[in-house]
């Protein structure tokens, strides 16, 4: 079973800052099959990005994915109020999907 | 627009049983796999079991594999989970999801339902 690793565990912004989130796989995940969820309180997690690096439908353009092989990254290049959750990343390149841990981004 | 209503959740002693289901709409139900995913109360997320169009691949967590049994009714466009020999641990809120797929078990979840909380306690 591949293990994910998010980093760091709660991540202190301000709006209109810049966001960077780590997931770590730990071995190679299958042809970049990485996802990435929004999850606010008391709401269903929603998907942002699919194939490491692909906006899913509706996703504004300030959020974006990339990486491959055992390192991923997702990108929120100037933060909005509504963009303050926490974020799990998801493989789905081997025989089971399995979820990081999230990563809390919280008003600094 | 898509929709997956989760039920069946409650308060269930350790050792009895539940079942939940999932109704869907909004898209072509047996174009596609389906999914259970929980989360426990103030956890993270876990995928818990998949189910291919046809129920031809199947596959569970190894957390839950041998108690819970998923199924499908594409005639009814609805997903069952079958939860048998429940513990503590099961305690979380589940979440129907649509796969990104139509064959494999393995796939990204593009739709997600409100959860069903399913609590085992004595």
């Known amino acids: 079973e591949i293990v994910l690793t998010q980093s760091p565990g709660t991540l202190s912004l301000s709006p209109g800052e810049r966001a960077t989130l780590s997931c770590r796989a730990s071995q190679s995940v299958s042809s970049s099959y990485l996802a990435w969820y929004q999850q606010k309180p008391g709401q269903a997690p929603r998907l942002l990005i699919y194939g490491a690096s692909s906006r899913a439908t509706g996703i504004p353009d300030r959020f974006s994915g990339s990486g491959s092989g055992t390192d991923f990254t997702l990108t929120i290049s100037r933060l909005e109020p509504e963009d303050f959750a926490v974020y799990y990343c998801q493989q789905y390149g081997s025989s089971r999907n399995t979820f990081g841990g999230g990563t809390k981004v919280e008003i600094k | 627009e898509v929709q997956l209503v989760e039920s069946g959740g409650g308060l269930v002693q350790p050792g009895r049983s539940l079942r939940l289901s999932c109704a869907a709409s909004g898209f072509t139900f047996d174009d596609y796999a389906m999914h259970w995913v929980r989360q426990a109360p103030g956890k993270g997320l876990e995928w818990v079991s998949g189910?291919?169009?046809?129920?031809?691949?199947?596959g569970y967590a190894d957390s839950v594999k041998g108690r819970f049994t998923i199924s499908r009714d594409n005639a009814k466009n609805s997903l069952y989970l079958q939860m048998n020999s429940l513990r503590a641990e099961d305690t979380a809120l589940y979440y129907c999801a649509k796969g990104s797929d139509m064959i494999v078990v393995v796939n990204y979840f593009d739709y997600w339902g409100q959860g069903t909380l399913v609590t085992v306690s004595s």
């Open positions: 189910i291919s169009w046809n129920s031809g691949s199947i």
